[in-house]
């Protein structure tokens, strides 16, 4: 259980190739964001009776400056007897042409109480990322590939929605649940909408006419995607890189999350990029 929570903190730091696509040409808005998480009903949970908890989201920076990334879930589990509560933060940077990234993932809570992974990962030429990892313990190695980073990822995949591509794949890094670990992922992207009537409450003033697509991405242990996917995600996906509403399906449960506040940002100032 202790995974699947940090799992989800980790696929909002993260939330997303074709290395053609102008990733550059895509504008996203600073902006706070909470998400209130419930279990879905709608699905058979096993022994799981409830599960409860929001994740608060932060993203600020541009193409120039670079992106800071700050996600914490805060997340109840229960299975019949006392809860187990977990909070996963997630602090990042990355650079605007996504060539480095560097993060620090901490929990409080769970089997993993205390836990901090920290690292800094450079893009290498052939395709690779030369990770250096600093906690829990020092630590260096390179995952060969072509291999996106999560704010770079967000960029692709808006890129390949608004030149109508309809299936995106990638492989992708985050390395908030494990400085090793790579998702070979599958994004089905649906047709643009200014659908109001979908638009949360808490970022109408902002989003209000804006274009979205529905969004799912699965994410498969690394080795091809001819098998069940680890957990998928399934968003509206603002032109602008706001996510509205969601649902994280991880095989034995799922989670929704509903937007329950919402600010948009001023950017650090003018960027060409």
Request: net charge negative.
């Amino acid at each position: 259980m202790t995974k699947h929570l940090r799992l989800a903190a980790a696929t909002m730091a993260g939330l997303w190739c074709f290395s053609a696509l102008p990733a550059g040409a895509v504008n996203l808005l600073p902006h706070k964001a909470t998400y209130r998480l419930s279990l879905d009903g709608s699905k058979p949970s096993g022994q799981l009776e409830e599960m409860n908890g929001e994740i608060r989201y932060e993203i600020t920076g541009d193409a120039c400056a670079g992106y800071t990334t700050v996600t914490s879930q805060q997340s109840a589990a229960s299975t019949g007897g006392e809860p187990l509560r977990q909070t996963v933060t997630s602090k990042a940077w990355e650079d605007g042409a996504g060539k480095t990234y560097r993060f620090l993932a901490t929990t409080q809570g769970g089997d993993d109480d205390g836990l901090e992974l920290e690292a800094n990962v450079e893009r290498q030429e052939p395709p690779a990322l030369r990770v250096v990892v600093t906690k829990p313990e020092s630590a260096t190695f390179t995952l060969k590939g072509d291999i996106l980073m999560p704010t770079e990822h967000v960029k692709k995949v808006l890129a390949a929605a608004a030149a109508g591509e309809s299936v995106y794949q990638a492989k992708v890094y985050d390395g908030a649940t494990d400085p090793q670990k790579v998702f070979d992922t599958l994004a089905v992207i649906g047709r643009p909408s200014t659908d109001e009537t979908r638009l949360a409450a808490p970022a109408k003033a902002t989003l209000a006419g804006r274009t979205f697509y529905p969004v799912t991405i699965s994410y498969f242990d690394e080795g091809g995607v001819d098998r069940t996917p680890a957990y998928v995600m399934s968003f509206s996906l603002y032109d602008n890189g706001v996510v509205g509403s969601l649902k994280i399906d991880y095989g034995r449960f799922a989670l929704v999350g509903a937007m329950a506040s919402f600010e948009a940002l001023n950017p650090p100032g003018a960027c060409t990029e």
